[in-house]
C-alpha cells in the first residue's frame, strides 16, 4: 500500500529568509528602496521614528504604482514567486527590475517584529493594508496556519507605504547615510519633473529623514542635496529677462571669489553693456561645476569618489520647457551645447566637458511661439531662440569654467600663460572699481541733467574704464605669445635631448653596421651581372647609406658642439664649409649641387653664441630648400655666400635655392611660429607625417637671429635662383 505525503513548511522559515538571510540590516533596507525603484515611484521617504530608542519604527513611502489584490496575494504573499522573472522590466518605465528576487518581504521581517503594508493601485476599488506579526512564526507551528491581517479601505492616492514597528537594531546616522549611497545609482539628480512624453523616466529619488518633535520638521538625514549638490564646490546661474537681456554669476565658489550678476552675450565678448538677445526671452539656468581630477579639487577623497558617480551617469546640462523635460538633450551621449567637442579641441585647458557639468536650463514659452518641438517629439526645432539659447549657455558654462581655472592658480588655453591668482584676483578687483566709479559718475551726471563737471567726469570715467580694457587686452596677447615661446621651447628641447640620446646610443653601434652594409654593398655590384634590376636596388640602396652616414655625422657633431654650453665667437665661414663637407653628399643623393662662397682671408667671426646654432640655421635652410626644389622640374642648386658687412659691423649669411619660390602675400608670416605652406598630411597618415612640416623651422632661426642682436630676412635671389634666405648677425667686437 503505498501512502501519500506532501513537503510542509514550519513557520520558523521566515526567520531564516529573514534575519539569517539578510545578514546587514542596511542591506534589508536598501531592498525595500529598490522595491519602490521597480514599482515605478519617483520618490521615496523613509521616516524613522523614535531612532536609537527600543520603540523605535521607520516608515517607508513611495508614490509608485502600488498593488492590487491579485499582486498582494500572488506576489507578495507567495514565496518563490516568478513575477520579476517573468517582468524583468518596470510596468510603466520600463525600468530595469533592481530588487533581489522575493528578497523586500523577509527585509521587512529582517528589521522588525511588526509589518503594516498599506498600498492601492489607480483604477483599483480600495485600499489594502496587510498586517504581519512576524513573532507569530515561531518554531514547531505550520506557516499556513500563521494568521496575517488583509484588510479594505478606502481608496487613496497611488502607492505604498511600508511601516515597521519593533526594529531589531538601532540605527546610526553613518548607518543611514550608507543606505543612501546604496541606492545612489538609481537616483535622478536633476528636479524631478515630467516630460513632454510621458513614457519617459522622470527620475527617482530618495529622502531619509528623523522625525521631529511637536515643535520641529522631520530632520533630513541624507538626500540628494545632503550627500552630493552641497558638495558641489561651484554654481553658474544665468538668466535671460522678458527683454532679451542676459546675465550670469558665480553664486557658490570654493576656490575663490563669488561673481555678482553681469551681463553677456555670446556675441558681444568685451563689451560691458551688451545689447539684448533678438528673441531669447525668459531662461533661467543652475548648473553645478566639479573638478574630477584628485589634485586640488577641495574634497574629500569619499565625496569626490560620490560625486565622479553622479557625475559618470547624470553629467551634462537638461533642457526643460514649461516645466517638461525635452530629450535627449542632456543624454549622455548628447552635447548640445557643444562642450565636449570644445573641450577635445583642447583650446581650452579648463574642464567644460559634460562630465564637469550637472544643471538645468529652464525656458518659458507656453505658446510655443519659439520653442517648438520636431514632430517627433525628439528635440526642439533649430530656430533662432534656440540658437541663441545655445549660444549664451555655452558661453555662460565655458567663461565661468576658465575664470574658476583661473582661481585655482592653473592654465587657461594653450595661448595663455598660467594665470596668478593674485595678480588675477588684483585685475578683477579694479576692473569692478572702475566699472563701480563709472555708474557712479553716470548717476551723478543724470541727477544734475548731464551738465557741468558731473558729465565731464562720467566721461572720463568712461574713457579710462575703455583704456584700461585696452591695455588688458594688450597684456593678454603678451601673456599669449610668451605662452606660445614657452610651450615651444618645451617641445624643442624634449627634442633636442631625444636627438642626442639617439646619438649617444647609436653612435658604435651604427659605425659597425655603416661598414658591414659598405661591404655588401661592393660585392652586390661586383657581382650583378646581367641582373640590372638588383644592380639599381643596391646602388640605390648604397646611396641611402651615404645620406644616412653624412646626416648622422652632421648631426652627431651638432650634438656635440651643444653639449658645450659656454658661448664664443664662432667662424662663419669655417660654419659653412663644415656645413658643405657633411651635407654635400647628402645633397647629391637628391640630384642636388652645393656651391660654397667665403672669403678666403676672413674666418667671419661673430658675436658670442653657441656654435650648434649656425649649424641648426643651415640645416634648416638646407631642408626647406630640399623641399621646395622637389616642387619643380629645374635643376637643383644651393648657393651659399658667407661675407662681411663692414659698415655695419654684421657679417652675413645667403642661403640660395632654385626652387619653386616664397610667394609676394606670405614673406611677412614665413617667420611665424606653426606657419607652413605644405598641406597638412591626412588623418591616417603616420606620427612622423605630421611632425615634419610643422612651422616651426624658421621661427626658430628668427630666434637664434634675434637673441644674437641680428635679423633674418628673405632677400632677392642672384641670377638663376628663385630664393635667398639672409641672416645677418653682429660681428665680433675686436
Wanted: proline share 5%.
Amino acid at each position: 500500500m503505498t501512502n501519500r505525503r506532501a513537503f510542509h513548511t514550519d513557520a520558523a522559515i521566515i526567520a531564516r529568509l529573514g534575519r539569517q538571510l539578510v545578514a546587514k540590516q542596511e542591506t534589508a533596507l536598501v531592498e525595500l528602496v529598490k522595491n519602490a525603484f521597480d514599482a515605478d515611484a519617483t520618490e521615496v521617504t523613509v521616516l524613522f521614528e523614535g531612532r536609537g530608542s527600543l520603540s523605535a519604527s521607520l516608515q517607508i513611502t513611495d508614490n509608485g504604482t502600488g498593488m492590487s489584490r491579485s499582486d498582494l496575494e500572488d506576489g507578495f504573499l507567495r514565496l518563490a514567486s516568478e513575477n520579476k522573472v517573468a517582468n524583468p522590466t518596470s510596468q510603466k518605465y520600463g525600468r530595469p527590475r533592481a530588487g533581489r528576487k522575493g528578497l523586500g518581504r523577509f527585509s521587512t521581517q529582517r528589521l522588525g517584529d511588526h509589518l503594516i503594508l498599506t498600498t492601492y493601485a489607480e483604477g483599483q476599488p480600495n485600499t489594502l493594508q496587510l498586517t504581519v506579526d512576524w513573532a507569530e512564526f515561531k518554531p514547531g507551528r505550520r506557516l499556513e496556519d500563521v494568521p496575517i491581517s488583509l484588510e479594505e479601505l478606502p481608496p487613496s492616492i497611488a502607492g505604498t507605504r511600508i511601516r515597521i514597528d519593533k526594529l531589531y537594531d538601532s540605527w546610526t546616522v553613518p548607518q543611514v547615510r550608507a543606505c543612501w549611497r546604496g541606492v545612489m545609482a538609481l537616483q535622478q539628480p536633476f528636479p524631478v519633473a515630467p516630460t513632454a512624453d510621458p513614457r519617459t523616466d522622470p527620475g527617482f529619488s530618495v529622502r531619509f529623514l528623523d522625525e521631529g518633535d511637536l515643535y520641529q520638521d522631520n530632520i533630513i538625514i541624507a538626500d540628494m542635496q545632503t550627500e552630493v549638490l552641497d558638495h558641489f564646490p561651484v554654481i553658474v546661474e544665468m538668466r535671460v529677462d522678458g527683454d532679451g537681456h542676459a546675465s550670469w554669476c558665480i553664486s557658490r565658489n570654493a576656490f575663490g571669489s563669488l561673481r555678482p550678476w553681469r551681463s553677456i552675450h555670446a556675441s558681444h565678448r568685451n563689451n560691458a553693456n551688451p545689447p539684448p538677445y533678438q528673441v531669447l526671452r525668459n531662461v533661467h539656468m543652475k548648473a553645478f561645476h566639479v573638478i574630477l581630477s584628485g589634485e586640488n579639487t577641495g574634497l574629500p577623497g569619499v565625496v569626490l569618489n560620490r560625486l565622479r558617480d553622479v557625475m559618470r551617469r547624470e553629467g551634462g546640462i537638461r533642457l526643460y520647457r514649461n516645466g517638461f523635460r525635452v530629450p535627449p538633450y542632456g543624454e549622455p551621449d548628447d552635447d548640445w551645447l557643444g562642450l565636449d567637442q570644445r573641450y577635445g579641441q583642447r583650446n581650452e585647458l579648463a574642464p567644460i566637458a559634460n562630465r564637469n557639468w550637472f544643471g538645468v536650463v529652464e525656458v518659458h514659452d507656453v505658446d510655443g511661439v519659439h520653442f517648438e518641438e520636431h514632430t517627433s517629439r525628439e528635440g526642439l526645432i533649430d530656430t533662432q531662440a534656440f540658437q541663441e539659447l545655445r549660444d549664451v549657455s555655452s558661453a555662460v558654462l565655458i567663461g565661468a569654467a576658465n575664470e574658476i581655472q583661473a582661481d585655482r592658480g592653473r592654465k587657461v588655453s594653450t595661448s595663455r600663460e598660467s594665470p596668478n591668482p593674485e595678480r588675477t584676483a588684483a585685475l578683477a578687483e579694479a576692473r569692478r572699481a572702475m566699472r563701480e566709479a563709472r555708474e557712479a559718475a553716470e548717476r551723478a551726471a543724470q541727477e544734475q541733467g548731464n551738465r557741468g563737471s558731473a558729465q565731464a567726469a562720467a566721461d572720463h570715467a568712461a574713457e579710462a574704464e575703455q583704456l584700461m580694457e585696452q591695455e588688458v587686452v594688450k597684456l593678454e596677447i603678451r601673456q599669449a605669445r610668451l605662452a606660445d615661446e614657452s610651450a615651444m621651447l618645451r617641445l624643442l628641447s624634449s627634442i633636442g635631448m631625444t636627438t642626442a640620446e639617439f646619438s649617444h646610443e647609436t653612435g658604435m653601434a651604427f659605425e659597425a653596421f655603416r661598414l658591414d652594409l659598405g661591404r655588401v654593398f661592393e660585392v652586390a655590384l661586383a657581382a650583378k651581372g646581367d641582373d640590372e634590376e638588383f644592380g639599381s636596388q643596391a646602388e640605390r640602396a648604397q646611396q641611402a647609406l651615404i645620406r644616412l652616414d653624412t646626416l648622422t655625422a652632421y648631426l652627431n657633431s651638432t650634438v656635440a658642439s651643444r653639449a658645450v654650453r659656454e658661448i664664443h665667437p664662432v667662424s662663419l665661414s669655417r660654419a659653412v664649409e663644415d656645413f658643405a663637407r657633411g651635407l654635400s653628399a647628402h645633397a647629391l643623393t637628391q640630384s642636388t649641387a652645393i656651391e660654397i662662397k667665403t672669403p678666403p682671408l676672413d674666418a667671419l667671426y661673430t658675436a658670442p653664441m653657441h656654435e650648434a646654432e649656425l649649424a641648426s640655421v643651415l640645416l634648416n635652410f638646407h631642408t626647406n630648400a630640399l623641399k621646395a626644389m622637389k616642387r619643380t622640374s629645374k635643376e637643383r642648386h644651393i648657393l651659399i655666400v658667407a661675407d662681411r658687412m663692414a659698415d655695419e659691423g654684421q657679417v652675413r649669411l645667403r642661403f640660395c635655392d632654385t626652387g619653386a619660390g616664397i610667394p609676394e602675400e606670405v614673406r611677412e608670416r614665413i617667420f611665424d611660429p606653426f606657419f607652413t605652406t605644405q598641406s597638412a598630411p591626412a588623418a591616417r597618415a603616420p606620427d612622423s607625417a605630421h611632425a615634419t612640416g610643422t612651422g616651426l623651422g624658421l621661427w626658430i632661426v628668427e630666434q637664434i637671429a634675434s637673441n644674437t642682436g641680428g635679423t633674418v630676412s628673405v632677400g632677392e635671389p642672384p641670377e638663376g635662383y628663385a630664393t635667398c634666405m639672409e641672416i645677418r648677425l653682429p660681428a665680433e667686437d675686436v
